[in-house]
């Protein structure tokens, strides 16, 4: 052995980043695993749905109740109940989507759109049954949900006309095309009910007035969208914030009789979320105030000065508003 051979020396492939305790591990191990898993549903959820899209609902109904068994978290199973009640509609199983929204009725999900949809279905599938008494609470518990939404409407005066309450469901149309006339059906199932009931219009004076606003509403609806449609194929350029901003505005004071409206009324008409809202049009619609505050973004001439504000949170139309509004408005008459 050679005393004067130096000793070798390898640096050792030491652990990069902050150094954790077997606590700390145990917690991230835990979490990764979460991950993966939420990432396994989700492959899983997307297969059930292209199966349900392809009308293959026998395979998609397999994988979502694979999915139930696979969790334990009560909001995923009362999604995944719900969709199982989804497509036995979809089959007109309507006695199995009932038993399916019960299982998830009963687990009371915290999520505003999946307790909604769990009430609004159920009241839907009782409908089809004729259960019209027992579908009556559900509509009422999806529209104190989302008030906006017009499907429950629809089924409540479903649900009314079907116990005979004629007077009450016609107003329930009515309601249904006021929180959204791009939607026909309830204008319709009111038509084809003072058809069948025209006593209804002597119960109900203003009913008259009212459907013929209504009527209005939903041809100017479906012209907008004629129109959008219309552009999109030939190419043109998409509506500016501040032209669907005017649009809805158009629809509030010459459709619905609004004089002054809120920041939200607008909202609602361009039927946004409040994050679409704040994220995309907010700005746009402060810079088209009178005196509006600073950063607000550039916007055109023509849409500058619009809109005033009367009192906190309440707007209403400038004179040049109202010229601006009033040839969206005559434009949308001819364009039909």
Known sequence: MDDDQPFGFSFPNLPKGKRVTPDELEVLLHSRMREKRTEFENAIWQVARFYSLNNQQESAAKYISFLIRLTDDPERRAAYWLALGQIMEQVNNFQGAVKYYKRAFSL???????????????????IQLSEFDEAEPYCRAAIEIAPRKPNAYKNLGLALEGQARYPEAAKVYLLAVRANSGDPRALHLL??????????????????????????????AARVTDAAIKAQQDGSKDLTHAEKI??????????EGKREF???????????????????????FQAMCVDEPGG???????YRDVFRMVRPEVHTLTAHGCKVVQKIHNSLGKSG
């Open 108 to 126: 009371e999900p915290t999520q505003s759109e999946t307790w909604y949809l769990i009430n609004n279905n159920l009241a839907y599938s009782l």
């Open 191 to 220: 038509e084809a009910l003072l058809e069948q009931q025209p006593h209804v219009t002597s119960e109900v004076p203003e009913l008259f007035d009212l459907l013929e606003k209504s009527r209005d509403a939903v041809a100017l």
């Open 246 to 255: 005017l649009v809805a505005a158009n629809r509030i004071v010459f459709i």
């Open 262 to 284: 809120s920041r939200d009324d607008i909202r609602r008409g361009l039927g946004i979320s409040m994050e679409e809202w704040m994220s995309a049009y907010a700005s746009s």
């Open 296 to 302: 607000a973004p550039p916007i055109g001439k023509k």
